[in-house]
């Protein structure tokens, strides 16, 4: 039997400015710079970041090779119908993170709050319009408690 793993998953995004999304990847957020490629005038084509992983790949829009795909990239907003969910662990709490974050004038989507499945989240745009959601696991949730609690939010969305 032929077997697998996953080692890494490293979504890639198209950037329009690399060198602002890096400011905010890595001064903003504090990840750091995992990979870089520079190309020889100094542009960088592509850089890989994470907190101590690749968890976000980024390309610029110049290094896309078909105009036509360059030219779609171009005209269309990014980040619509995508969304990025990083759960974290370590010393620093998630609501410490948030307010460190906040304090940096991050474009906030939503606050910190816990959801029904027992993680506590927070959501935060990047400068293209990706969506990025920080999580911390905060209390065991069964499997149907779940299911109750997802049928009775979706219950008052349909309220409303």
Do not use: C
């Not at 084509?45 to 390309?59: E, I, M, N």
């Not at 999580?135 to 309220?159: D, I, M």
């Amino acid at each position: 039997m032929d077997t697998r793993s996953n080692a890494k998953f490293a979504p890639g995004i198209k950037v329009r400015d690399m060198q602002k999304s890096l400011e905010f990847y890595i001064k903003t957020l504090g990840f750091m710079t995992l990979d870089k490629l520079t190309r020889r005038n100094g542009d960088i084509a592509h850089a890989s970041v994470g907190f101590d992983a690749p968890v976000l790949t980024l390309s610029s829009i110049d290094s896309v090779r078909s105009p036509q795909l360059k030219k779609d990239l171009m005209e269309n907003k990014f980040g619509v119908g995508v969304r990025f969910h990083f759960g974290m662990t370590g010393t620093r709490t998630l609501d410490e993170y948030f307010v460190e974050l906040k304090r940096k004038g991050i474009k906030v989507v939503s606050e910190p709050k816990t959801e029904f499945w027992g993680d506590r989240i927070f959501t935060v745009e990047d400068p293209d319009g990706y969506t990025l959601t920080f999580s911390e696991h905060v209390q065991n949730v069964s499997p149907e408690a779940r299911v109750n609690a997802y049928e009775l939010a979706h219950q008052k969305k349909q309220r409303v």
